[in-house]
């Protein structure tokens, strides 16, 4: 009984050696610990808010027009969503009466 | 389309415009030119009416990917229309033909503002939105604006006694869910299209239908035509409009007209005369061109002195698709019948050599041992598509599913005021309170009534010799403007 227990035993005892010495190897995924400078960075990035100007790969003119309200637009829009003074200036086409005939 | 009132047509809605539209940072006249000034003279000199009418310049410093391609496209360039006349005429008349085109064709061309701010000019002009940038053109004040006595009188269902597209009445599909941006603009690949067939196919049937096409596809009738013998019109259209005489002049004030002496509703089957990898077909549907040659004569004598280079029937693609149709119903109403094929007699004496590449001689007799094929075969139903209002009997159910009704993503098309709010599972037939998209109310009948067997099948096909037995199409005065 005992002969044939003890190969067992050492089977078990070898295969708990291996497992501990892989665990072993295996690399290390626990966070490292953030670098002091690199954190106050990030803090005061984060208190400063964005900066002041946009920053964009588009010329300096073209963000300012677009950031600035619009004259011309206001002006044309004046008129032009104006539906009566629209109707006033209207010059309505006088369709002259067409000679078509068939499918066209 | 009722004509948009002249002070309509250059109302800008401020609100919307402003707050929603992305183009409402660009400045008015960063765009359309003129002088920023209360005086509207002034205010106006110098000012673009439509920026996009050089597509590049007015759009294609942000859009860049599409407006060089749009600049050369067909919508653009008309350049379809050159191509046909050009190869009827020679050389010495094109500068001539230009000058016709200027009158009579040239307001059909669309900018990229014809359809994504404004109506074409050839429905009268007028922003779609109060100026709002409508990413989807709608339909129909787009589309169907220019594309109207065929392509719009066959989708629709206009033209008295033939149903509307399938598509239309079970999907409420648009223009846009079969024809990409990429074909309307003209973008690879096709960007090298000298005349709109020279161009790959698009759409095709089997984009959506790819399990129902040919050999594999369970549908007897498809599996034994395969799929390089028919265009699916073949089967699956009905009766079209063809026209032969479109005459155009002027009056003494310089307004251009037209007129159309000889037009009939008929569905004839041609030889494809330009069998393509992309267009493998043997038979397509095949209609008379609109010009004789004479069209253009108030211009000069025979401007279209090569008029017979090309067949005056052409590959045609009608809109007016069904489920099914007279000639689909059983084998014996195409093979062997010659009514509804371009056979010989239906052409012109003067035309036929030309039509050689497109003249079927006789109806195809049936092959060999189709008795016995016959006999597996179930008995075909008993009514075509007929009726098509209210899709009850289509016969299209089957088709589009369980219930016919649209998709959400089938119904996307800019469209909104025509399909209305609720757009779930709604009736087929024509979409009612909506004037405005149906001009002068078509007649319900129009889109409704069966197509009688007796004008499908027997006298009323095409005439021999030209001489056309009239089925006026549903007018559209408003359309045009009569």
């Known amino acids: ?104 | 389309m009722p004509p948009v009132e002249a002070w309509e047509r250059v109302y800008i809605d401020a609100e919307t415009y402003t707050v929603s539209d992305v183009h409402a940072y660009i400045g008015c006249t960063a765009c359309h030119g003129g002088t920023t000034s209360y005086n509207m003279d002034e205010a106006h000199t110098g000012m673009l009416e439509d920026p996009s009418a050089d597509p590049v310049a007015g759009c294609g410093s942000c859009h860049p990917d599409i407006a060089p391609y749009a600049a050369e496209s067909l919508h653009m360039t008309l350049e379809g229309y050159d191509t046909a006349l050009h190869q009827r005429s020679d050389p010495a008349n094109y500068e001539t033909l230009e000058q016709m085109e200027t009158y009579h064709c040239n307001n059909c061309h669309a900018t990229c503002g014809d359809c994504h701010v404004s109506q074409p000019d050839s429905v009268g002009g007028g922003l779609l939105e109060g100026h709002v940038f409508v990413e989807t053109p709608p339909m129909s004040q787009t589309c169907t604006a220019c594309h109207g006595s065929r392509v719009k009188n066959e989708y629709y269902g206009l033209n008295e006694g033939i149903p509307g597209d399938v598509h239309l009445r079970e999907a409420r599909m648009a223009c846009v869910d079969c024809h990409t941006d990429a074909e309307m603009h003209g973008q690879p690949p096709f960007d090298q299209e000298a005349h709109r067939y020279d161009a790959p196919q698009s759409p095709t049937c089997e984009s959506c239908h790819e399990d129902q096409i040919g050999v594999g596809s369970g549908i007897p009738e498809h599996e034994v035509h395969g799929t390089d013998l028919l265009s699916c019109q073949v089967c699956h259209s009905t009766d079209y409009t063809n026209c032969t005489n479109c005459h155009v002049d002027r009056t003494e004030d310089d307004v251009p007209y037209y007129s159309v002496e000889e037009h009939w509703t008929t569905f004839l089957i041609g030889q494809n005369p330009d069998r393509t990898t992309d267009r493998p077909y043997k038979y397509v549907t095949v209609r008379h061109v609109p010009v004789d040659i004479d069209s253009f004569s108030a211009y000069g004598d025979d401007l279209l002195n090569n008029f017979l280079n090309r067949p005056t029937w052409s590959y045609a693609t009608p809109h007016n698709t069904q489920l099914d149709t007279q000639q689909a119903l059983t084998c014996t109403n195409c093979h062997g019948n010659d009514d509804v094929f371009l056979t010989p007699d239906k052409v012109a004496p003067a035309e036929l050599e030309a039509n050689l590449p497109v003249i079927v001689e006789a109806a195809p007799a049936f092959p060999e041992g189709y008795e016995d094929y016959l006999a597996t075969q179930e008995p075909a139903a008993e009514t075509p598509a007929e009726g098509a209002s209210g899709g009850e009997t289509s016969g299209d159910a089957g088709f589009w599913g369980s219930d016919g009704s649209a998709t959400e993503d089938e119904t996307e098309s800019g469209d909104a005021g025509f399909w209305g709010a609720d757009e779930s599972n709604a009736p087929a037939e024509t979409p009612a309170g909506d004037e405005s998209f149906w001009g002068d109310a078509p007649d319900a009948e129009s889109t409704a009534a069966p197509s009688g067997d007796e004008s499908f099948w027997g006298s009323e096909s095409a005439p021999a010799g030209g001489e056309a037995v009239a089925t006026p199409p549903a007018t559209d005065a408003d359309f045009w403007g009569g």
């Open chain 1, 1 to 104: 009984m005992q002969k044939s227990f003890r190969p067992l035993l050492w089977g078990t005892v070898g295969g708990l050696l291996i497992l501990a010495a892989l665990s072993g190897c295996s690399p290390d995924t626990s966070a490292p610990d953030l670098n002091q400078d690199a954190r106050d960075e990030r803090i005061r990035q984060t208190q400063a808010g964005p900066p002041a100007t946009p920053i964009a790969l588009v010329p300096e003119a073209t963000v300012l027009a677009m950031a600035t309200p619009n004259t011309t637009d206001a002006i044309c829009l004046d008129c032009h969503s104006n539906e009566e003074l629209l109707r006033e200036l209207a010059v309505e086409d006088e369709e002259p009466e067409s000679l078509s005939s068939g499918p066209g």
